[in-house]
């Protein structure tokens, strides 16, 4: 891809190289000073202007010598803000045919997927850094001159593994250093990155093995035609064929990825893997096999032919990919690998064909078809319909599905949370298997979404959905299928007419009051359960602690079900820290104990709720309902102001809950924040800050359902209850369920 000569004095470039990290020894990368020194100097030997070369560099002090020998030109550290002072406001005044943007240093890959390149400011938990690919999006945008740079060459050497779960959920997002759209979508601009999502970039000999098979390549290129522009498909090439080799030699080696954007009036991915629908040599020959027995199976007759063909473009929402007199076997089977699910809607329209076919074709061709497409068993219509069912509906309604198929697939870990891509995780899941009766998880999923959500229009849709694919497959699991129906219908009224996850103890709410002298409190109960929310007691008179944790042990010994009832304690935001579920019960039992070993303990406060805030409050906890543990974003644990707690908490609206560590001298101002800003989950451990706090709370958050923490807690403090020092014993939950507030209060008869 070699572009118009031009003149390298019209060329500028930034170089951006970390090594240094606030995290310190454990952060050091020694290598990215080696490799900007080396892309600067290829620059500069080809004409750059030595300050029309931009440096950012926090280099190792042993390295700095690597780039002390470019005295002019001009040199910045590669903190955050000069980073976003040369990318959003000096490039706007740039006035050159081609800008160079190199990148090296460590990278993430963050929430959302973001590719995370990292500032000198990340430390272990505080990983900062601006997102990849939206500085990629920054160079066709107006942050670039629409007729001040002609197009654009951007080198990323950096990792882009994934956090480990509990790091990740409370990362920071990367700065979306781009706030402008795409404009100058006609600016040409060639990608290329080390590393496919997923993978780490390797270092050899203190330098990157990316950026020293690229600039070996560059510098190939350049030695017959010094000033000639590189021709980067060719130095592409040879990236791709010395990774290629290595991956030979040694095995499995990171893959670089290259996209070019316009450059030729194109819009290509290149990428180190086989593309989809670009088959390896394994499905040449299956395809080969598969067109052999599609042809015998239509044994050269064109009016069957014709059928198929037009039944496959019914499904596919396609013309014929050719003229009609031209269809045949092959046109057929590469026209149906178009698209997923596109082979088995054409193994459905050739059934009648296959009808009296021996057992061993029918197999021959199944078996055929699972090596070209295997996880895709669902018809190209049934597909559509139920993506179409799904996008129709609320959110809440979306995500209860997801939270059913979480619920169908029972120890199989679901991270997606969008309806499409949890039916692609259920289909792969279990695909239907001739002569076996095993209802497919994928329907399991759907009748169970449709019992929780009653017998509305949707519940209905999604029944008729998995009853035809079920009659479809055939078998026994048409019948299958409706005994399962009946299975969850009775199961989801049962937990209806019980309110919910804890029905079969309900929930006992307690409001305590402020203390008073000598910590004297009120008290009002109430019990929820099938039959309603019932007043339990009130003790309008303050009385002293002792009192009333006698009377919540008696409250509980009559309205409580031992594991099950969730007991809830709705405090003022200052007493968020009493050891409520450390109250010892038992008293006329065998065995004392305290209350969080027999119940699910949380607490509760709405002081600093506001009507304004609400909406905030009910979007967070609906995403409980689907979430995992690892969802939690972990708040830093040095946040010394409300202002500062509120900011954090905002910049995450998206997460269901919140980790709060630290020390407990600052978690009011913590908790008034969460509060306010519509957080309804919080953990944390209660009283003094001690060592390897942080480990005690990441011993919780192993991956799990966040529905289930309540009642994981409980097993946790059933643990620890024979020695209050083991570590899990104050750990503590906020658990505020906006759609189960506290009953009205009641007026009080003391005067």
């Known amino acids: 891809m070699r572009p118009p000569q031009h003149d390298w004095r019209r060329t500028h470039a930034v170089v951006v190289a970390v090594e240094e990290y606030a995290g310190g020894a454990d952060w050091e990368l020694s290598g990215p000073a080696n490799d900007a020194a080396r892309m600067v100097q290829w620059l500069l030997d080809r004409g750059v202007p030595q300050r029309q070369v931009h440096l950012l560099a926090s280099p190792l002090a042993r390295n700095e010598g690597l780039l002390a020998r470019f005295t002019d030109v001009r040199r910045s550290t590669a903190d955050r803000v000069n980073v976003h002072s040369v990318f959003q406001d000096e490039l706007r005044n740039l006035d050159v045919d081609w800008l160079w943007v190199y990148w090296a240093g460590h990278g993430v890959q963050a929430g959302g997927n973001r590719w995370s390149l990292l500032y000198p400011e990340s430390r272990t938990g505080h990983p900062q850094g601006v997102d990849g690919e939206n500085l990629i999006s920054l160079l066709r945008t107006e942050c670039l ?116 954007r316009n450059w030729t009036d194109n819009d290509e991915e290149y990428g180190g893997r086989a593309a989809p629908g670009t088959p390896t040599d394994g499905q040449r020959l299956a395809r080969g096999r598969m067109a052999l027995l599609v042809g015998a199976a239509l044994v050269d007759d064109r009016a069957a032919t014709a059928r198929v063909a037009a039944g496959l473009g019914v499904e596919l929402h396609d013309a014929l990919p050719c003229a009609p007199d031209r269809l045949d076997a092959e046109t057929l089977v590469d026209w149906a690998l178009n698209r997923p699910h596109g082979l088995a809607t054409l193994l459905h329209l050739l059934a009648p064909r296959m009808a009296g076919a ?22 190209c219509s049934e597909y559509d319909a139920l993506i179409v069912l799904l996008a129709s509906q609320p959110a809440e309604t979306a995500r209860g599905f997801v939270y059913a198929a979480r619920q169908e697939a029972v120890g199989v870990v679901i991270e997606a949370t969008e309806p499409r891509d949890v039916v692609d995780h259920l289909e792969d899941l279990s695909l239907p298997v001739p002569g076996v009766s095993r209802l497919p998880r994928l329907l399991g999923a759907a009748e169970r979404a449709a019992a929780a959500a009653g017998d509305g229009p949707y519940a209905t849709a999604l029944r008729d959905w998995s009853m035809k694919c079920a009659s479809r497959l055939g078998g026994s699991l048409p019948e299958m299928l409706g005994n399962r129906r009946d299975e969850l219908t009775d199961r989801a009224a049962a937990d209806a007419a019980g309110g919910g996850p804890h029905a079969a103890g309900g929930q006992v709410q307690i ?14 109960v109430w019990s929820r359960g099938p039959t309603g929310v019932e007043s339990v007691e009130t003790q309008d008179a303050p009385v002293p602690p002792a009192d009333v944790q006698l009377a919540v042990d008696a409250i509980l010994t009559r309205h409580g079900r031992v ?104 978690r009011e101002a913590v908790f008034t924040a969460c509060l306010f800003g519509g957080v ?24 799990c359902s966040l529905r289930e923490l309540p009642g994981k807690l409980r ?37």
């Not at 409001?511 to 009002?524: A, F, H, K, N, V």
């Not at 024979?722 to 008869?749: F, H, I, M, N």
């Open 145 to 260: 001159p629409a007729r001040g740079v002609e197009r654009a060459v951007v080198i990323i050497d950096a990792c882009r593994t994934t956090l480990p779960p509990r790091e990740h959920a409370r990362a920071l997002s990367p700065d979306t250093i781009a706030t402008e759209s795409e404009t100058n979508t006609d600016r040409p601009v060639f990608v290329l990155r080390a590393v496919a999502p997923g993978e780490a970039a390797k270092n050899r000999s203190d330098a990157g093995l990316f950026t020293s098979t690229l600039m070996d390549a560059l510098e190939a290129g350049s030695r017959d035609a010094p000033q000639a522009a590189p021709d980067l498909d060719r130095v592409w090439t040879r990236v791709k064929a010395g990774f290629d080799r290595l991956r030979a030699v040694e095995g499995a080696a990171q893959t670089p990825t290259a996209l070019r």
């Open 358 to 379: 021996s057992e061993d074709d029918r197999d021959a061709l199944r078996r055929t078809s699972l090596e070209l497409d295997r996880g895709h068993w669902l018809l």
């Open 511 to 524: 409001r305590l009051s402020p203390s008073g002298p000598g910590g004297r409190r009120t008290y009002q």
């Open 563 to 666: 594991h099950s009832t969730l007991v809830e304690f709705f405090l003022e935001a200052a007493d968020l820290e009493l050891d409520v579920h450390r109250w010892r019960i038992g008293a006329k039992d065998p065995v004392e104990r305290s209350i969080g070993t027999d119940f699910p303990v949380v607490v509760r406060c709405t002081e600093y709720r506001r009507p304004q805030q609400q909406h905030l409050w009910v979007r967070r906890w609906e995403r409980v309902a689907t979430a995992r543990t690892d969802d939690l974003h972990w708040l830093p644990d040095d946040l010394d102001s409300i202002t500062a707690a509120h900011g954090c908490v905002s910049a995450r609206e998206d997460a269901p809950g919140v980790v709060v560590p630290g020390a407990a001298h600052r």
């Open 680 to 703: 309804p989950v919080m953990l944390w451990r209660g009283g003094s800050e001690i060592e390897g706090e942080e480990e005690e709370l990441k011993s919780v958050l192993t991956n």
């Open 715 to 751: 097993r946790i403090r059933a643990e620890c209850d024979v020695d209050e020092q083991l570590p899990g014993g104050r750990l503590a939950l906020l658990w505020d369920d906006p759609g189960r507030p506290l009953p009205r209060r009641l007026d009080l008869s003391a005067p």
